[in-house]
């Protein structure tokens, strides 16, 4: 179902060459978030939750990277402290060679026109008192982006236009709108300063089939226009192989296995990914797939295990799985795996 194109038009003229040569555009190099829970008599952290615990990777210009691992991983987390809205603990995060992870406000506040981000719930990140032109136009004022408010007007009408939707919704209000309408405004939000960086926090979770389709081919066509980079966050496989180029897996707030999406999914070396792909359901009755079933729940990022954070559920722990913490190490070209026994 994720093959059907868009109903939309195409979003603003096709750019192709802009993907030619690819820099880096986001450097994120051991990155943390640690939340304090609990704190002595004088005021100071005794205990922390490890929502994400030393995160690397480098995003390309015009790439999409896939961020995949159940609930509680440390997805959503890693992708708000990328672009500010949770202060990391430690680490730093790179946009275009230059360290946004410790800028003041007011350095920061024209870099944030280079990253936006798509929220998961497109009923509650809508002020409801707005018009969808008042929402899209928020950003445009706040960065002065427009001449006059005839520019503005215009602006937010090419971004509606751009998002499948018409010029004349510009009026109306959240409430007015479908979900799947809700969020093609919402992206619109996020294009209104031209951002070169948008992190999707699970846009598509609570839309309908049909309509993440439509959503999913709608990213796709307006990163090849307006080229732009995704960091996609995602617990379902389906949609992560199909709009990634490549794909990070993450448990317990770690990095456990990275490469090229169509690896990653079809040759997983780790075995919680293995354990993922095998709950993938499988639209070919014909085609049979061995449930792989993990014991136990995922452990408490309070108290986190020693050693490998996976290893009271792996079917294949070792000894010095439970006291030495396995490093990414590469596999193949490409494709990293922080697993004591798994195997090219």
């Not at 070919?284 to 954070?309: F, H, I, Q, V, W």
Request: glycine share 6%; hydrophobic share 35%; proline share 8%.
């Amino acid at each position: 179902m994720l093959d059907r194109r868009d109903a939309c038009p195409a979003p603003g003229s096709q750019r192709p060459d802009q993907f030619q040569v690819k820099t880096t555009l986001l450097q994120v190099q051991d990155l943390k978030v640690h939340f304090p829970v609990r704190r002595t008599l004088f005021g100071r952290a005794k205990e922390f939750v490890r929502a994400v615990d030393g995160v690397s990777f480098a995003l390309q210009t015009g790439e999409t990277l896939g961020l995949v691992g159940e609930s509680g991983c440390g997805k959503t987390t890693l992708g708000r402290a990328i672009i500010r809205l949770i202060e990391l603990t430690e680490g730093t995060v790179s946009l275009e060679g230059e360290d946004i992870s410790r800028m003041s406000d007011a350095r920061l506040r024209p870099q944030r026109r280079k990253f936006q981000m798509i929220f998961q719930d497109p009923y509650g990140s809508l002020d409801p008192r707005m018009t969808v032109e008042q929402i899209i136009g928020e950003p445009i004022d706040i960065h002065q982006l427009a001449k006059n408010s005839a520019d503005r007007r215009k602006r937010v009408c090419q971004l509606l236009n751009d998002v499948g939707l018409d010029s004349a919704h510009a009026q109306r209000y959240p409430h007015e709108f479908s979900g799947g309408q809700r969020q093609r405004i919402g992206i619109a939000r996020a294009l209104a300063v031209e951002p070169k960086l948008i992190v999707c926090d699970e846009p598509v979770s609570a839309l309908d089939v049909s309509v993440q389709a439509q959503i999913i081919n709608l990213l796709k066509d307006l990163q090849r226009s307006h080229a732009l980079a995704y960091l996609f966050i995602a617990h379902d496989l389906a949609v992560i192989e199909h709009i990634s180029d490549r794909i990070m897996v993450m448990y317990l707030g770690r990095v456990v296995e990275t490469g090229d999406a169509k690896t990653v999914c079809r040759s997983p070396k780790h075995p919680y990914t293995q354990a993922l792909i095998s709950a993938v359901p499988v639209v070919d009755p014909a085609t049979k797939r061995a449930r792989l079933l993990l014991p136990g729940e995922p452990p408490s990022p309070l108290n986190p295990p020693a050693g490998c954070p996976f290893h009271p559920r792996c079917p294949l722990v070792e000894p010095r799985c439970r006291t030495e913490t396995p490093p990414l190490r590469e596999l193949a070209s490409g494709h990293q795996v922080a697993c004591h026994v798994a195997q090219p």
